[in-house]
């Protein structure tokens, strides 16, 4: 009798053992009916994995994260763990296919629009926590522990916005804001911000499309124009075409609306880099006066002078053109070249002040030996570097270095050794990855020793 009982004993470990190195045990229910109904029996929290069988995150996950040996201790004793399949192919077996009923639902209820997300919830079916996208070890178990936690409380941040987007209908103004105020804030992230955005964005362009002349008395409103490239059949356009001087002066910003205009005709009329300027020229002027013929044409030819291996052209030009135009072309340049994006996620202001750091750093200061163009490209980046310190914007130690660097560069050693601090106080305030805040001090140790050397190509 001892030894059955011992062999059953060692039975149920060896099945416990092999579970936790096989993986989080993922149940099976009929319906999601069947989920909350043995939550309730079994008095346990429920961690749902949505994913789709095209999603990369999802099955890196699987494979790396979900067969870890701790992870899977430490679901497989504290959950009732549940995967749901949240798209649909021919393959698929017959129990996928019988939860297709619930996909949608689960959608909604819990606001399910980008994959992987993981849920926890508690035995009634409510959110405890949620987290998103791919998490190593470590950090899964952290959100799964916090879901534990009594006191611990959830807060959907997102929850107020997509209530707006329920009763968008009087309420697209406080849409526009709201998308608006997320892009701005840096700080204030959250797993479905990217989605979330998304969404506000694509309502709020689409209502502005069929109402432009808010465009005349919202600024919000041309803000979130500026982050949308529209084309010139667009009623948008043709508003803010006829009023230019009135945007400009409602955002604050001289020739904002000049660049929505220019891009939007370079969209028209620049299909592929062969087209022949003259003719273009001939054309915009006819619609659109020589003003804008001339800087379409301008911009066509810094674009047709970036080359990888020869960069004093575009150098020059590039620093021409921001200088004549405004900062807003410099990001403007750097999009068309593929080197930069640009999306209604994007602020443009924060764009523009991007470009010119990308430019001075990756271009002008490591490619150019000409002194002029250097302290062109410091009065270029100044305003950004300043605006940055004011704003506390992210980038802020990355912008500061990039101005010592160029100081550097002209000679003005202690100049270029007060930013480079200014770049390390600010990442060690930001509390930036270790290897960022030695990067930087290193940067300021060289600079400090006379020993600062750079990747340089300089006129022998």
Not at 94 to 109: C, F, Q, T
Not at 193 to 200: A, E, F, G, R, V
Not at 292 to 314: D, R, W
Not at 371 to 388: F, S, T, Y
Request: net charge neutral.
């Amino acid at each position: 009798m001892k030894d059955i009982k011992l062999l059953a004993i060692l039975l149920c470990l060896t099945i416990k053992v092999y579970s936790q190195s096989s993986g989080i045990v993922f149940r099976n229910f009929d319906n999601w009916e069947a989920v909350i109904k043995t939550a309730n029996i079994e008095k346990k929290p429920v961690f749902v994995d949505f994913y789709t069988t095209w999603c990369a995150p999802c099955k890196m996950m699987e494979r790396d994260v979900f067969t870890d040996r701790e992870v899977a201790l430490f679901f497989n004793t504290n959950f009732i763990c549940i995967k749901v399949q949240m798209d649909r192919n021919r393959n698929d077996n017959s129990h996928i296919k019988n939860w297709y009923k619930e996909i949608h639902p689960l959608e909604i209820e819990y606001n399910i629009n980008g994959y992987p997300t993981y849920l926890y919830l508690s035995s009634e079916g409510k959110i405890v926590n949620r987290v998103s996208g791919y998490l190593n070890a470590k950090d899964l178990i952290k959100t799964g522990s916090e879901a534990l936690q009594p006191g611990f409380k959830y807060i959907d941040k997102s929850k107020k916005y997509y209530n707006l987007l329920l009763n968008a209908n009087g309420n697209e103004l406080e849409i526009i804001k709201s998308v608006n105020k997320l892009v701005f804030d840096d700080d204030n992230f959250f797993d479905e911000k990217s989605t979330l955005i998304d969404t506000l964005n694509k309502y709020a362009f689409d209502f502005l499309k069929k109402n432009p002349s808010t465009i005349l008395s919202n600024k919000e409103a041309i803000k979130l124009v500026g982050r949308n490239i529209i084309s010139v059949e667009d009623s948008l356009f043709k508003v803010i075409y006829a009023n230019q001087k009135e945007i400009d002066r409602l955002i604050g910003i001289e020739n904002f609306s000049r660049l929505i205009i220019d891009r939007s005709i370079r969209k028209k009329y620049f299909t592929n880099t062969h087209n022949n300027l003259d003719s273009i020229a001939i054309l915009i002027q006819d619609k659109y006066g020589i003003g804008y013929a001339t800087s379409a044409i301008e911009l066509q030819k810094v674009l047709l002078s970036y080359s990888p291996k020869s960069s004093e052209t575009f150098i020059n030009e590039y620093l021409n053109i921001s200088e004549k135009y405004g900062v807003f072309y410099s990001q403007l340049i750097l999009q068309e070249l593929k080197l930069f994006s640009l999306s209604g996620q994007d602020d443009l202001q924060k764009l523009s002040c991007l470009a010119i750091d990308l430019f001075c750093e990756r271009y002008l200061f490591p490619l150019s030996s000409d002194e002029k163009q250097l302290k062109r490209g410091i009065n270029l980046l100044q305003p950004v570097v300043e605006d940055a310190f004011l704003k506390n914007f992210w980038w802020l130690s990355d912008c500061a270095e990039t101005f010592a660097h160029l100081h550097y560069a002209v000679g003005n050693r202690s100049l270029a050794i007060e930013y480079q601090k200014k770049a390390l106080e600010f990442s060690k305030l930001r509390k930036d990855p270790i290897e960022l805040i030695e990067f930087y001090k290193n940067g300021l140790h060289e600079m400090l020793t006379a020993t600062f050397s750079w990747p340089i190509r300089r006129k022998q």
